[in-house]
């Protein structure tokens, strides 16, 4: 609904174009006395406007559209690829370590500058059906809680952004991030959990582990078609590569 003063305004205006429209149309008159040339030029106009609402409704509107969303989708992968250099990428690392399954996928994820739209494809497949097996027995808990503290202020800053609404999997994986984070803060003695808590603690780093993977696989997806210097660097810091090294040999 229009609030009340946009309505006066709106209404304002259209009368003010009107009254300019209609003054014009008598000047015109009391000039030329051509009344038969006003109404040429006045059907002339009403026929052509349609086709005006056309090319400025549908295919203007359109055009300017798709500018958006594409200036959009690359300040949106901007914010993604801080997440990972900040944040993602050392927890990729961290739980792909604790990950017994890893082996059985890794050659899946060692990315390279050879890969295809269908390489993408075929990997996004392989992942929607993988399930996580992180090794919570191994994990540092407090080194893990330490480290997602010191980036929570980083993290709601991430959250404030109104780009990421509509990103639906990176909101969800930023939810799943605090989530976890919440739930190591309201405990105190992290060395000494009861086993149905470590279970509970387990599904919380499994569901960020694995949306942390499909928006990785995304990210680079998308790095490769825009940003060919930017996808050069994260296939050589990949967080499944053992070798990885940012030196070129």
Known sequence: MIPLLDRKWTYTIAAALIAISVALYILHFALFHDPHHIWIYLVGDLAFLPIEVLLVTLILHQLLEMRDRKMKLEKMNMVIGTFFSTVGTDLLTYFSDHDPRMPDIRKDLLIS??????????????LSGYSCDVMIAGIDIPGLKAFLVSKEDFLVRLLENPLLLEH???????????????????????????????????????????????????????????????????????????QASAMIP
């Open 113 to 126: 500058e050879s890969w295809s739209e269908q390489d993408f494809k075929r990997v996004s497949t392989t």
């Open 168 to 242: 639906e999997s990176f909101t969800e994986l930023l939810q799943g991030v605090f989530h976890l984070t919440e739930e190591l803060k309201h405990r105190k003695d992290l060395a000494r959990l009861p086993e149905n808590d470590q279970r509970h603690l387990t599904g919380d780093i499994c569901r960020v582990y694995r949306l942390l993977i499909i928006q990785w696989l995304e990210y680079m997806h998308y790095l490769k078609g825009h940003y060919p210097y930017l996808f050069s660097l994260a296939v050589r810091t990949n967080p499944f590569d053992e």
